[in-house]
Each structure stands twice: as structure tokens, then as C-alpha cells.
């Protein structure tokens, strides 16, 4: 490669880091005109660079020194700060760049890892552990474990008494000929039984496994998907005997919580339907029920929408020519995608066999640049003059209250969402609107004055409750992230989401507002897996570690007893995804921290135990290593630093969504 740029901390700063950026020319050729592009994550201040003009949209940095040839076999450098805190992570460098010339061609720029200074390389290994009896997780609610085995032979069969159990019985097939490459036949000896049993609660199951085979009982189809997820767990394959045997067992289980999800941001990162359908898989082998699915954000628009093509024709890429400038990852061309309402129908159905419900989330109004650029003609507001800068560093990435077309965009996309998806709910963002918004745009004035409203933040209660009472006409009930724009300015029957904090969550239930619970601090898992400076993902405070993932109890702060708690629906994980570009990535992010999840979401507190629970994973893995899942492995053999680690660009590429 002709290009290389480096960048190191030349100085700690109490508040933030100053760097060093050095561009290479490898080459024998110099260059008169010239500007660098790059991802970098974080806000470079304005004012403090060195020399040379820089602009930032989100991610996207475009630097040019004008009078400065890039001389052949030469470099340029450049000083500039960031006012954040200091990075931790060989991955918080530039992640990809690109030079153009003054002839306009573009040439591909090789990045180097950041120069950390004094990183710190603080691993946290776990230690070792007996494996575990069974490798159950969830762990459930009662179990007793016998010391024989039941065989299961290639005549058995699994035998429903309705119909309705199909489509599990259907489930359970096709995963023990995918896990264990076993074809059960049609017609043979009723080996495996569903029973159907009103006397027990919605979600709970019964597993028996004796001499006379195996029988499942449940009240309806959740249960049969959980109970066959158990069975699997339990399954062991004898390679000599080529048959699958099941220890003798009788488990009673069922829920603590009745909502378990996991979101999925498929905005940053586009992940194919085949990628969406594999997850929903795994998900029901850890009895998720709900997939919390984020379909648009600043970085794209991914749901097509039949009144708005320019949604997806315009939204759903990024580009250097494009509408949306490249951001995060693959900068070099034009990135991106889109869901059909055909695959997303398909989506749903193939969630609903395996008892799981998809939300959907069209995050207004802040993180909505992609529907702006789609639709200015609607949603640009060219008389605020307004200034702000979001979390992401986007200055135009949120709708007017104050214009007609808002609303017109808003009630038309929610109808068809709402028609699209059967769920009940529909979420619809409300996080991260940036200080600063609404307050010099003439048409925000005017509503606030028709409205009485005295602080330019009261539009989005406004602009919400229109969204509210527009979902309650469609049969929807309203779901958001609490941040203090949501609760109390809509209605009790919105459900809120606490990403924040526990105490946000508590506030809300004691309102009396019905609460979902996603902590950042336990539930993100884009976050780091460790303190060590090669390991992928985002270095916030503190990495969020398999024993931090498995020790989240929700409310721990509150009494058993207090009511409070029966607001609390139940609690998800979150895969942000501006570094998940793969899905090997995706694998590594994911696992084995969601079965930690999983298990909180599951099990009662009176159940959970670590080094337990590690026994478990000890025994499960082989479970993960069937379905072919790259999980960080807790116990890795071999030298060095554990797991999958500080990615090259070409690794980056490698494998890509
Ligand atoms: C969020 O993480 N902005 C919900």
C-alpha cells in the first residue's frame, strides 16, 4: 500500500487526549492537493489542530492542509484533542481511511494501531472449574437427575396430540438432525412425547426423562420450545454407537420474568436475514421470547416503506457520493442494505415458531438523520437556525415538532409498521435528543406559544404523545428509553426501557410506569469483554466481564417484597453494533455473556451461583461448538492474550455483514 497513518497519544490530558496523525506517502509520486478521510470515533475539537482544516460528520473526518504537498517518500503531521476520556483500546484508533488527490482518485490508506502510551493490559482470566453434571443454562427452577440414560435410536419419533404443538415438534426436528446430524424418522417407536397440561402457568414446562422415553408438558407452544431447548442441552451424542442419549431427569421450570430479550441494531451494521434468522435461533436455545429489533438511527434506514421508497432507496446507504456520508466501517464504497417487508415477514414467522415476539424500533425524533436525508422535503426544517451536537457528533439528526411534514412522515410510517409487524408494541426510540435543539426554529416557537409550552424540550413530549395516541389508534401500545424525556410526558401505558441506570428504572416504576430493564453498565454487550487493550469492542469504564454480565441482579437496591418489582417486566441485552461489522464479531460479542444473560432473565435469584454456573458453560460449550458459534472462550488454551483480539483493516474486512 502506497498510504499509512499513524496515530499516537502525545499527551494525557486531565479531560481528554492531544494525538499525533502521520501521513505516509510510501510512494515515488507526490501529491500538490490532498485529503485524508477516516473513522474515528470520537469528537475531534474544532479549534486544536496543529495545522490544516478538519470537518467531522459523526464518525466521517475528511482532513486537508492546504499548501502542504504530500511529498513522495515523506509524511505530514498533525497535532489535534479530543475532550473525552482517554482512549484504552488498540481498537479506538482510526479504523479505516482513504487519501484523494487532486486528480480525484481515490487510494486505500493502510492504519496502524493507535500508540496508547501507557495502555494498560489488565486481563481479568477466569479461573478453572469442574465441569458441570449437565450444561443447563438457563439454570431451571427444579431439577433432579438420575443415573441412567435414555437412547434414543434412528426409530424414534416425536409424537404431538395436536396439531397446534407442530410447528415445535417441526423445531425440535430439524435442530437434532442440524446438532447432531441424526435423521429421526416418520414412523418408528414414540420415543419423544408433547403433552398438553392446562393446570400449568403460561411459559412453564415439565421435562420427564425416563426408561420409557421422554415427555414434554407445557400449556402451550412457549413451553414446548423451552422444554425441547432442555432436551437439547441434555442431549449427548455416543460416536461409537451413533446414538444420542439423554440422562434420566425430571425438571419443573418456569420464568422469572416474562419479558427476556435482545436487541439488535441493525442500522450501524446491516446484518443479512440469513444472519438474523441464525441468532433468533440461538436465542430460543437460551428461552429469549423477545427480539427488540432497531431498525433505524443516523447511520441508516433499514425497513422498506411503501409510501416512502426514498427511505431505503436513499437512507439505507452510505457512501462518498451518497446522501449519507461513509461512516464506522467500510468507508472505501458505497455500504449498506435493506430489509423488504417480505423478509421481515418471513422474519416474524420463522421468530414465532420458535415462540419469540419481534418489536420493532423506529427511533425518533433524535437519531433520525438517515430520514432526513432521505426526505428533506418533508423533514428538513430550513428556517431553525438552531445549533447542537448529539452524542454520535451529528448537528441535523432530529425532526422538527414544528413542521407539518413531521407528522405526515411519522403517522404514515407508523401505519405501516404497525401492519407489518403483529406485536402489540412498537418502539419508537425518544433517547439522545442533544441540548440545544428546536430553540431558534421559528415553527418550534409557533407551536410552543399555541401550546403554552415555555422550554423548546417540551416539544418532544409534544411530538410524542402525538406518536402515543397514534399507535393507541392503530392498536399499539408505546415503548421508549427513559432519560427523562419520556416519563411523565406521555401516558402511563408506556412501557419504559432504563438503559441509564437502575434508579431511572425504579423512578419510573414507582410513577407507575411498566419498566424494562437494560443497564449499560451489565446488558451492552458491544462493550469490551476485558480491561486488555487488544480486546475488541468499546472501552468504557470498566469492561463488562462474563462474571459482571452473570453477577447483574435486577433492582438488588430493593427490598424482595417491595411492589415496586411487579412493574418490572423483565430485562434484554444489547448489541449496538458500530463495531459488530461481522459475524464472527458478532459470535465473540455475544457469547457466552448472553447465557449469563440469559440466566438472570431466566432464573430466580435463589439459583444463581457463578463458579455454578461456569460448571454449566464448562459442559454446554460443546453446544456452542456444534451451532458453529466463535464465542470468546472462557478458558482458552494456548499462549498470549485470550481471545480474538485488535483487528487489522484487512482482518476487518475479512468476513464482513
Ligand atoms: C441507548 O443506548 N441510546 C438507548
Known sequence: MDFRVDLAIVERLPKGCRFGLTLHNLSEKSHTNWQLHFVFERFITPDSLSQGNLTQVGTFCSLNIEGTPLYANNHVYVEFCIATAPLKSLNDGIREAYLN???????????????????????????????????????????????????????????????????VANWLKDEIDRLFSITTKSIGQQDIRFRHSPVLDNEAYKLRVDHTGIEIESNGNAGFVYGCATLMQLMDFDKDRHTLYVPHVQIHDAPRFRYRGVMLDSARSFQPISEIKRLLNLLAHYKINTFHWHLT???????????????????AWRGAERALEPQLHSIQRDYGGYYTQQEVAEIIEYAAARNIQVIPEIDVPGHSRAAIKSLPHLLVDKEDSSSYRSA?????????PGLPGTYQFLDTVFEEVAALFPSPFIHIGADQVPVGVWSDS???????????????????????RHVEDKLKSLGKRMLGWEEGNLVNKVSKDTIVYSWLSEEAAINSAKLGYDVILQPGQSTYLD???????????????????????????????LHPDDPVKKRILGMQAA???ERITSPDTLDYMMFPRLTALAETAWSTSNHKDYRAFLSRLKRHLSLLDRQHVKYKHPWPTGQGIQGAQYQTQRQQQNNRF
Open 101 to 167: 488527490t487532486d486528480s480525484l482518485t481515490q487510494y486505500p490508506v493502510t492504519t496502524s494501531p493507535i500508540v496508547l502510551g501507557s495502555g494498560e493490559d489488565k486481563s481479568n482470566p477466569i479461573g478453572d472449574v469442574f465441569e458441570g453434571r449437565h450444561g443447563l443454562i438457563p439454570e431451571p427452577q427444579s431439577i433432579e437427575l438420575g443415573d441412567s440414560v435414555y437412547e434414543l435410536t434412528r426409530y424414534s419419533q416425536i409424537c404431538v396430540e395436536d396439531q397446534a404443538m407442530q410447528s
Open 297 to 315: 438511527d443516523d447511520e441508516a434506514w433499514r425497513l422498506e416503506i411503501h409510501a416512502f421508497p426514498e427511505l431505503t432507496e436513499v437512507g
Open 392 to 400: 454520535q457528533n451529528y448537528c441535523d439528526n432530529v425532526l422538527s
Open 442 to 464: 421559528p415553527s418550534c416557537h409557533t407551536l410552543m406559544a399555541e401550546h403554552g409550552y415555555h422550554n423548546p424540550k417540551d416539544l418532544q413530549g409534544h411530538l410524542l
Open 527 to 557: 462493550m469490551a469483554q476485558d480491561n486488555n487493550t487488544t480486546e475488541l469492542g468499546v472501552h468504557s469504564a470498566n469492561a463488562i466481564t462474563l462474571e459482571k454480565a452473570y453477577h447483574y441482579e435486577p433492582l438488588a437496591q
Open 575 to 577: 448489541v449496538w453494533t
